[in-house]
C-alpha cells in the first residue's frame, strides 16, 4: 500500500486501508462504526513506519499507533480537522512564540474516550482491524487484542454493559492505548533479532479476568479528568407527571 508513496497519496492509500479494515471486520463477525478517520498526519507516521510516540502518554496519546484513530468522528469534525490544518500552514512563518506554544498545548490535549460499552468495543474492534492491517495477524499485539475484543461481545459481557460505563470504559480505552504504546515504543534493530531477543509481547491478557468481571483496571498514568463518575441511571421507573394527574381525578370520579 505504501510503496513508493508520497504524502500527496495520503487520501488513496487510506481509502484502500479502510475498506480492507471493514471488510476484515465483516469477516470477523464483528460490528464497526465505519465513520472513523485518523489524522493525515497519524496516517503519514503509519505509511513512514513510524509507530511509536512521546513516552508520556498523558500528552502524545493520540500519535503513533493508538486507539484513538479508531473513534468515529462526524462530518463537522472532519471540516473542523481540514481548516484548522489550513490556518496552522498559513501562519506558520509569522506565528509568535506564544501562538506556537498554545497550538503544541492544545494538541497534547486527550480527546473524550468512549464512555459505555457499544461504543468502547466499536472503538477496539476497529483498532484491532488496524493493528492486523499493519503488523499482520501473527502480531502478539494484535491476538490479545482480538481476544479482548470477543470478552468484551460476550453475552454475558452485554448482559452487564451497564457496569462498563463511565470510568470503566475509560479505564479499559486507557489500558489498550498505555499497551500499544509500550509495544511500539519496544521496537529491536537487527542486531537484536540476531541476538535472539525475543519480539515484543502484549500485556493485554493480564487484564482479562477483570475485564470480564467489570472490575476497576489500574493502570499508570490515567488521566485525572477521566475519574469523574458516570451520571447514575435511575433503577427503577420514573412516574409521568400526566399519569398521575389523570389516575388521581379517574379516582375522584369514581369515588368522589
Given at each position: 500500500?505504501?510503496h513508493n508513496?508520497?504524502?500527496?497519496?495520503i487520501?488513496?492509500?487510506?481509502?484502500?486501508?479502510?475498506?480492507?479494515?471493514i471488510?476484515?471486520?465483516?469477516t470477523?463477525?464483528?460490528?464497526?462504526?465505519k465513520?472513523?478517520q485518523?489524522?493525515?498526519?497519524?496516517?503519514?507516521?503509519?505509511m513512514t513506519g513510524d509507530?511509536?510516540?512521546s513516552k508520556?502518554?498523558?500528552?502524545g496519546?493520540?500519535e503513533?499507533?493508538?486507539?484513538?484513530?479508531a473513534?468515529?468522528?462526524?462530518?463537522?469534525?472532519?471540516?473542523?480537522?481540514?481548516?484548522?490544518?489550513?490556518a496552522?500552514?498559513a501562519?506558520?512563518h509569522n506565528?509568535s512564540?506564544a501562538?506556537?506554544?498554545?497550538?503544541?498545548?492544545?494538541?497534547?490535549?486527550l480527546?473524550?474516550?468512549p464512555g459505555e460499552?457499544?461504543?468502547?468495543k466499536?472503538?477496539?474492534?476497529?483498532?484491532?482491524?488496524?493493528v492486523w492491517l499493519l503488523?499482520g495477524?501473527?502480531?502478539?499485539l494484535f491476538?490479545?487484542?482480538?481476544d479482548?475484543?470477543?470478552?468484551?461481545?460476550?453475552?454475558?459481557?452485554?448482559?452487564?454493559?451497564h457496569?462498563?460505563?463511565?470510568?470503566?470504559?475509560?479505564?479499559?480505552f486507557?489500558?489498550?492505548?498505555v499497551d500499544?504504546?509500550?509495544y511500539?515504543?519496544?521496537s529491536?534493530?537487527a542486531?537484536?533479532?540476531?541476538?535472539?531477543r525475543?519480539?515484543?509481547?502484549?500485556g493485554l491478557a493480564?487484564?482479562?479476568t477483570?475485564?470480564?468481571e467489570?472490575?476497576?483496571?489500574h493502570?499508570m498514568?490515567f488521566p485525572?479528568?477521566?475519574r469523574?463518575?458516570a451520571?447514575t441511571?435511575?433503577?427503577?421507573?420514573?412516574t409521568d407527571?400526566?399519569?398521575?394527574w389523570?389516575?388521581?381525578?379517574?379516582?375522584?370520579?369514581l369515588y368522589?
Amino acid at each position: 500500500l505504501t510503496h513508493n508513496k508520497r504524502k500527496e497519496d495520503i487520501n488513496n492509500v487510506w481509502k484502500t486501508a479502510k475498506e480492507m479494515i471493514i471488510k476484515w471486520a465483516q469477516t470477523e463477525g464483528l460490528a464497526i462504526n465505519k465513520s472513523f478517520q485518523p489524522d493525515n498526519d497519524v496516517i503519514w507516521s503509519w505509511m513512514t513506519g513510524d509507530f511509536s510516540s512521546s513516552k508520556d502518554f498523558a500528552s502524545g496519546g493520540v500519535e503513533g499507533l493508538s486507539p484513538y484513530a479508531a473513534q468515529p468522528v462526524t462530518a463537522a469534525e472532519l471540516d473542523s480537522r481540514k481548516k484548522t490544518k489550513a490556518a496552522e500552514d498559513a501562519s506558520v512563518h509569522n506565528r509568535s512564540l506564544a501562538e506556537a506554544v498554545h497550538i503544541e498545548t492544545g494538541k497534547g490535549e486527550l480527546p473524550s474516550p468512549p464512555g459505555e460499552l457499544e461504543s468502547l468495543k466499536k472503538t477496539l474492534t476497529v483498532f484491532t482491524g488496524i493493528v492486523w492491517l499493519l503488523f499482520g495477524e501473527r502480531c502478539d499485539l494484535f491476538t490479545k487484542l482480538l481476544d479482548l475484543v470477543h470478552v468484551l461481545d460476550d453475552e454475558e459481557v452485554e448482559r452487564n454493559s451497564h457496569l462498563y460505563t463511565g470510568i470503566k470504559a475509560r479505564q479499559i480505552f486507557w489500558m489498550v492505548l498505555v499497551d500499544a504504546k509500550r509495544y511500539c515504543n519496544s521496537s529491536l534493530t537487527a542486531a537484536q533479532f540476531k541476538q535472539g531477543r525475543p519480539f515484543p509481547s502484549s500485556g493485554l491478557a493480564n487484564f482479562t479476568t477483570q475485564v470480564r468481571e467489570a472490575a476497576d483496571i489500574h493502570v499508570m498514568g490515567f488521566p485525572d479528568k477521566w475519574r469523574v463518575a458516570a451520571p447514575t441511571v435511575p433503577t427503577t421507573p420514573r412516574t409521568d407527571t400526566a399519569v398521575m394527574w389523570n389516575a388521581t381525578h379517574m379516582t375522584s370520579g369514581l369515588y368522589g
